[in-house]
C-alpha cells in the first residue's frame, strides 16, 4: 500500500481555506461568517477574551522562567493553546465540570483556580491544591486520556441528578473532557467515546491536536482527521480552528449546550499547534523544523485578536497598556508566590492517603516521626 | 434458621446496601437482568432499575474509569469485574486513579468505590478464569482488600466495603459462592478490617483467608484425629493487615503455616511471615511456613486440583514446621 499524500489525509493544514475548518476570526483578524455557528459575544467581550489570553500567556512565560531558574521541576507549555483553552473555558457555565489534561493552565484560568496551585504541582509541594467541586476544575491528569472516562463517568452522574435536559437552564449541567492527539490512541479515550455515545452522556470530548506527541507527528496516530473519527463513535465531531478564540467559544458552547440539553456528546478537534516545546524536559530540534513554527506563528491565537479589537471602539491604546500592566502584576504574583511557597511535611503524607487512616500506616507514621525526632539537637 | 449461600449473602448484602444509601450503584458487564455470570446481582435492576444497576459496555477501564467520575459526582459505584483475570484492563484506573485520587487531592476527592472480583480456582475453568491477584491490589497505597470465606461474612462485609469512603477490594471466592451458612442478621458484624479465630488449637497457627479456609478447617480437623491441633486464622483484611489476633496465636503456637491459592512468591505469605518475624521473633519455634501455587501461570484445569493446596499439602507443611 502506498502512502496518500499527507494533504490529501489531513486537509490543507487547517489553514482558512480548509472547508471543514469552522473559522470565525482569521489570522489577519477579519471577522468570518459561518452557516452553523456564531459566538454571541459583543467588542467587549472579546476585548476580555483578549485579556485572558495575554494574562494565561504571561502565567505561562513566567512559569517557564521559573522552571529555567530550578524553581519548577518541570512545566507544560500552553504556548501557542490559548485560544483554544480560552475559548471552551469561556464557553463554560458555573455548574459546568472541566477534566484536564496536564497543560490546560488557560481553562484552570476560566474557572477561577490561581494559578500558583498549577505551580504547586510542577514545584513538586503537592500533587494539585484546587478543590475540583468548588472550581468545576479536576485535577491535572498526567496518564495520557484517563481523565476522559472520569469525564464520562461524571457526565452520567449529571443524568442520575436530574440536571441533563431537566428545560431549567440554570442547572442543567453538562462536562468537558480535554485531552491531545497523541491521547486519540489511547484505550481509555476509545472506551469514553463508547460509553458516552450508548449512554448518551453529557460531554463535550475537546482535543487539541497540537500537531505533536512530544516527538511523534500527528500521522503517527491517525490516517484520518480526528474528528472525523466520531461519527464511528455515533456523534458528531466538529474540527475548528484552535488558534481563533470566537470560533473555540463558539463551537463549544454549542456543544455544550447540545450536552445540557440532553442531546448527548460532541467531539471537538481544535486544530492547533504546540509552538514551543512538550514540556521544558523536551528538545523540538531533534525532530522538527523551523519552517513548520514559522507557519504557525504567523497564526498566532493573540495577534489576531488584537488586530481585531484595533478595528473597533472597544480598545484603545489604555485599554492595552492596562492588559500589559495587569499581567505585569500577575507575573509578580506568579514570581513571589511560587517562592514562598512552603515545602510540605513528609509525616503529612500519612494522613492523606485514606479517608479512614489504618492501623499499619498511623503506626508507620509513628516510627518515622521517631526517627526523625532521633536526630533532634544532633549536629 | 434457612441456609443461605455465600452467592446469595452477597446479594441480600447488595440490596441492603441499596436500600440504606440511594447512592450506591451496581455497574458490571452482565450484572442486570442476567444478574451476573454468578448471580450475585440477580434481580436488583428489575428491583432498583437501570440507573442504578448498569449493564456496562466490555470495557474493564471503562468500569474503573466511569466509576471514578461517579465517585467525583457523590456516587457510591460497586463494580463487578467478571472474573479475576478480567481485572488487568482496570489495573491503570484501579492502581493510577482510584487508589491515588484521595492522595493526590488532599483528601477533597475520597474514592468510595467497591471493586467485586471473583477469585480463585477449583472450578474447572479455562485460562483467566482462575487467578488469585490481591497481592497486586494490596501493594498499592490506597487501596483497601478484604476477602470473604463464608456466607455470614460475605453478607456483612459487601455492606461494609460499600459503607467505607475508601475504595475497596473486594475478593469473593467463586468455588465458595454455592457453600451455605446460617445466617442471623440480628448479630451485629465485627469491623471490616479485622482478622478473626475461626477454630482455636495450640499446636500450629494457620494463617489463611478467602477460599483456603475451608480447607484449612478440614485440614484441624483431620490434624486433631492424629492428635494435633490447630489453630485456624480467617484473616478476613489483607490491606490493611490485622496482626493482632495472628500475633496471639503465634505466641501461643510457635508455629506458623500461611496458606493461599495465590503463588507463593511475593504472595501475601511473604508479607504476613516478615511481619510474624518483626514482632514475633522469639516466640517462633520453626520459620513461617508457605502453602500455595506455584510460580507458573494458573495451569490446565485438569492438573487444578494437584495445583491449589489442599488438605494432604496443608498437613504436610504442619509436619514439617512440628518437625523443625
Known sequence: MSDPELGDVFGPSGDGDDPELVQLLTPEGERREHPDYAADLDDEAIAGLYRDLVLTRRIDTEATALQRQGELGIWASLLGQEAAQIGSGRAMLPQDFAFPTYREHGVAWCRGVDPLYLLGLFRGVDQGGWDPRETGFGLYTIVIGAQTLHATGYAMGLQRDGVVGSGDESRDAGVIAYFGDGATSQGDVNEAFIWASVFNAPVVFFCQNNQWAISEPIERQTRIPLYQRALGFGFPGVRVDGNDVLACYAVTQAALRRAREGSGPTFVEAYTYRMGAHTTSDDPTRYRLNDELDRWKAKDPIARVKAYLHTTTAADDQFFEGVEQEADELATHVREGCLGMPDPHVLDIFDQVYAEQTPELAEQKEQYAAYLSSFEGAH | ?324
Open chain 2, 1 to 324: 434458621m434457612a441456609q443461605i449461600t455465600m452467592a446469595k449473602a452477597l446479594t441480600n448484602g447488595l440490596r441492603a446496601a441499596m436500600e440504606a444509601d440511594p447512592t450506591v450503584l451496581i455497574m458490571g458487564e452482565d450484572v442486570g437482568k442476567l444478574g451476573g455470570v454468578f448471580r450475585v446481582t440477580d434481580g436488583l435492576q428489575k428491583d432498583f432499575g437501570e440507573e442504578r444497576v448498569i449493564d456496562t459496555p466490555l470495557a474493564e477501564s471503562g468500569i474503573l474509569g466511569t466509576a471514578v467520575g461517579l465517585a467525583m459526582r457523590g456516587y457510591r459505584p460497586v463494580c463487578e469485574i467478571q472474573f479475576d483475570g478480567f481485572v488487568y484492563p482496570a489495573y491503570d484506573q484501579i492502581v493510577s486513579q482510584v487508589a491515588k485520587l484521595h492522595f493526590r487531592s488532599q483528601g477533597k476527592l475520597p474514592m468510595p468505590i467497591v471493586v467485586r472480583i471473583p477469585f480463585g480456582g477449583g472450578i474447572g475453568a479455562v485460562e483467566h478464569h482462575s487467578e488469585s491477584p490481591e497481592a497486586q491490589f494490596a501493594h498499592t497505597a490506597g487501596l483497601k482488600v478484604v476477602a470473604v470465606a463464608n456466607p455470614v461474612d460475605a453478607y456483612w462485609m459487601i455492606q461494609q466495603a460499600v459503607a467505607s469512603d475508601d475504595p475497596v477490594v473486594f475478593f469473593e471466592p467463586k468455588r465458595r459462592y454455592w457453600e451455605k451458612a446460617e445466617l442471623d442478621e440480628s448479630v451485629e458484624p465485627v469491623p471490616l478490617h479485622s482478622s478473626r479465630v475461626v477454630r482455636e488449637g495450640n499446636d500450629v497457627t494457620v494463617l489463611t483467608y478467602g477460599p483456603m479456609v475451608k480447607t484449612a478447617l478440614e485440614a484441624a480437623i483431620a490434624a486433631s484425629e492424629e492428635g494435633r491441633s490447630l489453630e485456624v486464622i480467617d484473616l478476613r483484611t489483607l490491606s490493611p493487615l490485622d496482626m493482632g489476633p495472628v500475633a496471639a496465636s503465634v505466641r501461643k503456637t510457635g508455629h506458623v503455616v500461611v496458606v493461599h491459592e495465590a503463588v507463593v512468591n511475593l504472595g501475601m505469605g511473604a508479607e504476613i511471615a516478615a511481619r510474624i518475624s518483626e514482632s514475633c521473633f522469639y516466640s517462633l519455634e520453626a520459620p513461617v511456613l508457605r502453602v500455595g501455587g506455584f510460580d507458573t501461570p494458573y495451569p490446565p484445569s485438569r492438573v487444578e486440583e494437584e495445583y491449589l493446596p489442599d488438605l494432604d499439602r496443608v498437613l504436610d507443611a504442619v509436619d514439617r514446621s512440628l518437625a523443625f
